[in-house]
């Protein structure tokens, strides 16, 4: 079964700290790779996303996020945070080609300290 | 574009009555729409898939008498919570998509709070 790791839980960063959120799925064919994003109050975004291709996929807002195959691994990152940036991240996986059904991870609250 | 609108955004219900949750794609038509359940500082867990014009394929634990799931068209699904107890107060949030490797466009949910 499909499973996904997100070992931060909780992060707190002084702005134009950079940011590292770690994400570990678990599954033995092929996958595509979301982060997804949730401002309070407000209902989740998509950040970016991996289907195939460039490994570093850039997303929006100065995100961007690795896929390393190797290490089952699709970090999140961004060089320098904002106070905006203060929400709860989730990283998703799906089977590609068998179903658009997303797995997602426990999410890591982010806040950012101005 | 790709939005997707949920209705009612609370609803407070009694034990033992029943609430329909509905999830609109405003823009686009959606093949499949996604309801999943959220219980607090957890992630989101897919309860239920829902193609247009089939029925709904539930996931392991969810009980499909309990959640009725209706996909009628491609820009509507319902889900009925049936006689709502106090542990099916929750946040529920549907997401509709347009093909098998389109993304997932989410609502904004739905608070339920059963007394």
């Known amino acids: 079964a499909q499973s996904v790791s997100q070992h931060n839980h909780h992060v707190i960063l002084s702005e134009a700290a950079s940011l590292e959120l770690g994400c570990n799925y678990s599954?033995?064919?092929?996958?595509?790779l979301f982060w997804y994003v949730q401002y309070p109050g407000q209902h989740l975004q998509l950040l970016l996303k991996y289907f195939s291709g460039d490994p570093l996929v850039k997303g929006i807002k100065g995100f961007e996020a690795e896929f390393i195959k190797s290490k089952f691994s699709f970090n999140l990152r961004k060089p320098s945070v904002q106070w905006s940036d203060t929400a709860e991240y989730f990283c998703?996986?799906?089977?590609?080609?068998?179903?658009?059904?997303?797995?997602f991870g426990t999410g890591t609250l982010l806040a950012v300290q101005p | 574009g790709a939005v997707v609108s949920q209705h009612p955004s609370r609803v407070i219900c009694k034990s033992g009555t029943s609430v329909k949750i509905e999830c609109r794609s405003l823009?686009?038509?959606?093949?499949?729409m996604f309801w999943y359940r959220q219980f607090p500082k957890q992630s989101l867990m897919l309860m239920a898939t829902s193609n247009e014009g089939s029925k709904a394929t539930y996931e392991q634990g969810v009980e499909k008498d309990k959640f009725l799931i209706n996909h009628a068209s491609l820009t509507l699904s319902t889900l009925t919570v049936t006689s709502a107890h106090p542990e099916d107060s929750s946040f529920y949030i549907c997401?509709?998509?347009?093909?098998?490797?389109?993304?997932?466009?989410f609502g904004p949910g739905t608070r339920l709070t059963v007394t």
């Open positions: 998703a996986v799906n089977a590609r080609g068998a179903t658009n059904k997303l797995i």
């Open positions: 997401s509709a998509s347009r093909g098998l490797e389109d993304e997932q466009y």
């Open positions: 599954y033995g064919g092929t996958v595509n």
């Open positions: 823009d686009f038509q959606a093949t499949t």
